[in-house]
């Protein structure tokens, strides 16, 4: 999964980002809207992490979400702010935020946070996915085989939720690679096929079929 981050301060920002990337999701960092309406144009992502108050506009952060809410993307987004007033508060929600958390705050609630926010618009209800003795539990992020837990890395886990969402859907290297790096991925590196071996290695051969020439897929 993928989420992107607009923050100003460069300590909050990277401790967000690492947090985040060492939980197995792909972190875009931001630090003004410019850089945020461009990736949005190009990439999707699953929630928005915007700081609210930035140098240049201390309203840069709801003006931000005003403008994405606009053209229609409707991406769960979760403010950070300094500002705790209930007047802000209810400005957040009121513009099209999901979720308002004020600073200083610990990294565990941001991620129970973000948990919920993703809990909340998954298409699978029960967040459970089950195929021939597979089963991954989305919010828990386990994996188990035929009733044994199977550990898997961060980035073995979020490469095979990605392909599960999906069943039959061909995902090629770069695709992955962009939910679960995200943009700074060196796209001539060969990791997603290692991971993909350790999967396969761990899980089973049938658990990730290879498209040829086009890429990897979760069989039907």
């Known amino acids: 999964m993928r989420i992107l981050v607009l923050e100003d301060e460069t300590d909050i920002r990277e401790s967000v980002a690492r947090y985040l990337t060492a939980s197995g999701f792909a972190v875009d960092q931001c630090t003004n809207s410019r850089q945020v309406l461009g990736l949005i144009a190009e990439y999707t992502f699953d929630a928005f992490i915007l700081d609210v108050r ?34 802000d508060r209810l400005k957040g929600f009121t513009i099209g935020g999901d979720d308002y958390l004020v600073k200083p705050f610990a990294l565990a609630e941001l991620m129970a946070r973000v948990q919920a926010l993703l809990r909340r618009t998954r298409s699978q209800p029960d967040l459970v996915f089950e195929r021939n003795g597979l089963r991954l539990e989305w919010l828990s992020r386990r994996v188990f085989y035929e009733d044994t837990e199977i550990k898997l890395t961060a980035k073995e886990y979020a490469i095979l939720e990605v392909l599960c969402q999906h069943p039959g859907r061909v995902y090629s290297r770069s695709e992955i690679a962009d939910r679960v790096w995200g943009a700074e991925f060196n796209a001539e590196s060969n990791v997603v096929d290692v991971y993909i071996r350790n999967l396969r290695r761990k899980l089973g051969e049938w658990v990730i079929e290879t498209a040829h020439g086009s890429g990897y897929r979760f069989p039907v």
């Open 54 to 87: 930035l140098p240049s506009n201390p309203n840069a952060g709801f003006e931000l979400l005003e403008q994405i809410r606009a053209v229609g993307v409707q991406t769960p987004a979760l403010f950070l702010t300094a500002r705790d007033t209930l007047a």
